[in-house]
């Protein structure tokens, strides 16, 4: 009867536990780039009766992972927004300890200095004005601004290359040709599961999971830019709403469980009277 009280214990655990990850996947059904993740169960430790025979001693959560499915990607028309379409993640950095994280979220805004960064300061990572890998900074007068020319305008291809749209100051001379100030790179990973959710939709242990180093959208199995968009949480409300149920249903299970165990506890103390 104790080993049956026990087992149900586990049993609500294991729910509860499944439920606390369902109703965060809920929680951020618009959260953008955000990862829906799912519980794993594994059977715990079973007691040997005898040589033959067996009795488990309930369910324990073998892990927490996370789906990295696409998301859809709606266009926002605004000049900083970006969404990846396919693999990979954008790495930003914390200028201030210098770690660097992986992001689906490309929501991105430019700081007083120019720089491209997170809603909380990240800078965005890739190629600078002179092809170095560092901080991406978005400007319409760049050091290598063509003499006689000012910045009009900028875009961002697929490729991930920012360009700048270029007027002539001369009088009577053709606009100059766009140039590139910067890239925008992707980062891919051989175990993206072994990222690590750390809050602000941002994963660290970046080493952990395999980088194959920051490239060009669109190549090496990395997904393409999609500018002025942003990719939505890849939560199936439906998916998750019937796994709440069935979670619900297992919690009542097992509490069912100690209750009946409680029953016929209390009968073998009522033998006594």
Same mark, same amino acid.
């Given at each position: 009867m104790l080993r049956s009280l026990n087992t149900a214990v586990s049993g609500l655990q294991y729910q509860q536990n499944r439920l606390d990850v369902i109703g965060n996947n809920i929680a951020n059904v618009n959260t953008t780039?955000?990862?829906?993740?799912?519980?794993?169960?594994?059977? #715990?430790?079973?007691?040997?009766? @005898? #040589?033959?025979?067996?009795?488990?001693?309930?369910?324990?959560?073998?892990?927490?992972?996370? #789906?990295?499915?696409?998301?859809?990607?709606?266009?926002?028309?605004?000049p900083y927004d970006m969404?990846?379409?396919?693999?990979?993640?954008?790495?930003?950095?914390?200028?201030?300890t210098g770690e660097s994280f992986a992001t689906r979220a490309g929501d991105f805004r430019l700081d007083t200095s120019g720089f491209l960064v997170t809603q909380d300061g990240f800078r965005v990572?890739?190629?600078? #004005?002179?092809?170095?890998?560092?901080?991406?900074?978005?400007?319409?007068?760049?050091?290598?601004?063509?003499?006689?020319s000012a910045g009009v305008s900028w875009q961002i291809a697929n490729d991930g290359k920012v360009m700048l749209t270029l007027r002539s100051t001369t009088a009577g001379t053709p606009a100059p040709a766009?140039?590139?100030?910067?890239?925008?790179?992707?980062?891919?990973f051989s175990d993206p599961g072994a990222l690590t959710k750390v809050g602000s939709n941002r994963f660290s242990n970046l080493d952990g999971a395999g980088p194959s180093g920051l490239g060009t959208p669109g190549s090496g199995g990395r997904g393409d830019i999609?500018? %002025?968009?942003?990719? %939505?949480? @890849?939560?199936?409300?439906?998916?998750?709403f019937t796994d709440l149920i069935v979670t619900q249903r297992g919690y009542q299970a097992n509490a069912k469980i100690i209750t009946t165990s409680d029953e016929i506890l209390q009968e073998l103390i009522n033998l006594k009277r």
């Open positions: 780039g955000f990862r829906a993740a799912t519980t794993h169960a594994a059977d #715990s430790f079973s007691s040997m009766l @005898n #040589s033959r025979a067996q009795i488990g001693s309930g369910v324990s959560t073998a892990g927490v992972s996370n #789906s990295f499915t696409q998301g859809v990607i709606a266009g926002t028309g605004q969404a990846i379409q396919g693999n990979g993640f954008f790495v930003v950095k914390d200028t201030v990572q890739g190629l600078d #004005s002179a092809g170095a890998p560092g901080d991406i900074k978005v400007t319409l007068d760049p050091a290598n601004l063509p003499a006689g766009p140039i590139q100030i910067g890239q925008i790179q992707v980062q891919n999609k500018w %002025q968009a942003l990719e %939505q949480a @890849n939560v199936d409300l439906a998916s998750q």
